[in-house]
């Protein structure tokens, strides 16, 4: 039995089959898992939620800003915008399942036996991966319950950049929603910070710093997604970046966690 870890998909059907070709991935033994943003922007968004629902449970995946993103359009919450791609998902007959499928999807997963941790954007300074995990079930709770639509409709907008134990609702969500699937820098002193995407060489960053510089040696090994113009480099052995660009002509990264080695498809969609 392997488990592999894959990178952002975004819809990238024809570069995910041929990814998991190369590793001979095997959904009868196997796992896979899955940092998110599954859909949205690339071509085939409705082939590749299929066939990851299709995997049942040998496949696992943490939600991403587009998954979310996706799910707020399906509710009507925010207009369909030609570049999510997704209008096939919602038209396909099946739509009412993959839409409750994919919102009971975690936002963290947390395999404290093989110490191994996954969300989309990362950990944020303030937070261990204990509370991580623990912060993002009472997100999963709302998202599984019947008020879910709600809860989308208030995860919208930057604030607030602080946690706070006692921040109240619906600003808790809102925090623990782009901690987890948003975030990228932070400001020096830990506030999470929107604006800025590219990667960290670039000039104009003044007093901003990715948020894995804030981590002290992790115990877990920490993956995440997310972050396209980082092409997985973190210059940690502990937090494993995945999101290589795929969706953007770049490339699609699994780490095979048997081997302890990435490994990448050129993009072919
Ligand atoms: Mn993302």
């Not at 939600?63 to 915008?81: C, E, M, S, T, W």
């Not at 946690?163 to 782009?178: A, G, K, Q, T, V």
């Not at 973190?234 to 995945?242: A, K, N």
Request: aromatic fraction near 10%.
């Amino acid at each position: 039995m392997s488990r592999y870890i894959v990178g952002d998909i975004h819809g990238c059907f024809k570069s995910l089959t041929k990814l998991l070709a190369e590793v001979e991935f095997n959904p009868g033994t196997d796992d896979l898992w899955a940092v998110g943003d599954l859909i949205g922007r690339g071509p085939q968004s409705l082939k590749t939620l299929l066939y990851l629902h299709g995997l049942g449970d040998s496949f696992q995946a943490t939600l991403g800003n587009h998954d979310l993103h996706f799910l707020a359009v399906a509710n009507g919450i925010r207009p369909q915008k030609p570049q999510d791609r997704t209008a096939e998902i919602i038209e396909h007959e099946g739509s009412r399942t993959l839409i409750n499928w994919l919102r009971n999807q975690p936002l963290t997963l947390f395999n404290a036996h093989e110490q191994l941790f996954v969300s989309h954007a990362g950990v944020p300074p303030q937070w261990s991966v204990q509370q991580a995990h623990e912060y993002a079930q009472s997100v999963e709770l709302m998202l599984s319950s019947a008020s879910y639509v709600q809860l989308l409709a208030s995860m919208y907008g930057n604030e607030p950049v602080y946690w706070c134990s006692s921040l109240p609702e619906p600003d808790r969500y809102r925090f623990i929603i782009n901690a987890l699937t948003r975030m990228r820098y932070c400001n020096a002193d830990g506030a999470l910070e929107f604006n800025h995407k590219e990667a960290p060489e670039s000039e104009a960053l003044d007093s901003l710093k990715p948020w894995y510089t804030f981590r002290l040696k992790e115990k877990s090994t920490l993956f995440f997604g997310h972050w396209a113009a980082l092409s997985g480099k973190t210059e940690r052995s502990d937090i494993i970046g995945l999101d290589t660009g795929c969706v953007w002509g770049n490339a699609l990264t699994l780490y095979d966690c048997k081997r302890k080695e990435r490994v990448s498809v050129p993009a072919c969609d």
